[in-house]
């Protein structure tokens, strides 16, 4: 009895560790969060006490580099809303199509093949991503569209399509896989093919995970910089179309953090304007997706 009281006791004093290492833990990434968030906010107070919000949110030009300034941060939210509606329109079927193939027809051995090899595209660093666009991308679809020039948004799209298909064909087959299959076999007994199960029952059923799935996607592709960096140019333009140099929020920042712009001077404080307007989007993206899960998820018992 002794030694039983003695492991009982060790167990507990484990369990406080284990319980303060956890909470430790989250108070971290709470305070990294509100330090981001002070950062940002301190840096861009700073700018708008010298541009006013009016000018950055409508004006058509972004140009703070440039004798004539301009500080319009639709040009960028343009790139960066072009670059990543490609991306998305790339990713999002054949991602939902990998999904509903490993959940409803491939073999378990080959379900064991496929999706490892899927995510080896996601450990791929974002810089061989974005030469790969630029130098294989581009000059393949040069041979078909002859008025695409070097940098464009096209190439950067599309290659950040595969780069989030991982993403979407993972989550939703998550997703797909936790439907239960007195549904699928329900389809069967009706008479329904695989095919019809497939589209018509499994996915409607699993449809706010695979929903959360694709706002999760268009929140890595926001604010993806390599690729866009690399292959889409530094032109800052107020257009959605996809055959010309732009740029995105991502690159003017790296484009600015590497450069010999001074700090604390204006043009550096922009830096912290696009970030800011960067961090509410994927904030935005984060909190929809949270919310759609927790509003629509189906619970089975």
Known sequence: MPGLLKINSTLR???????????????????????????????SIGFFKEVSIVEFLTEKEWTPLFANKKFGIMPLVAGTLLTTLIAIAVALPIGLTIAIYLNEYAHARMKQIVKPMLEVL?????????????????????????????????????????????????LSEDAISSVPRSLREAAYGMGSTRLQTSFGVMVPAASSGIIVSVILAISRAVGETMIV?????????LTMNPLVPIETITTYIV??????????????KTIFAAGITLFVFTFALNNLSFWIKKKYQEKYD
């Open 255 to 268: 484009q600015v953090s590497m450069g010999d712009v001074p700090q604390g001077s204006l043009e550096y």
């Open 122 to 170: 996601a450990t791929i660093p974002t810089v061989v991503y974005g030469f790969f666009a630029l130098t294989v991308v581009t000059p393949f679809l040069q041979q078909f569209i002859p008025g695409l020039a070097g940098f464009n948004a096209l190439s950067a799209g599309i290659v950040m399509g595969i780069m989030i298909i991982p993403m979407i064909s993972s």
């Open 13 to 43: 004093v484990t369990e406080k560790i284990i319980e303060g290492l956890l909470w430790l833990s989250a108070l971290i990434t709470i305070l990294v969060t509100i330090g981001i968030i002070w950062v940002l906010l301190s840096e």
């Open 229 to 237: 960096a690399v292959a889409a140019g530094q032109q800052p333009r």
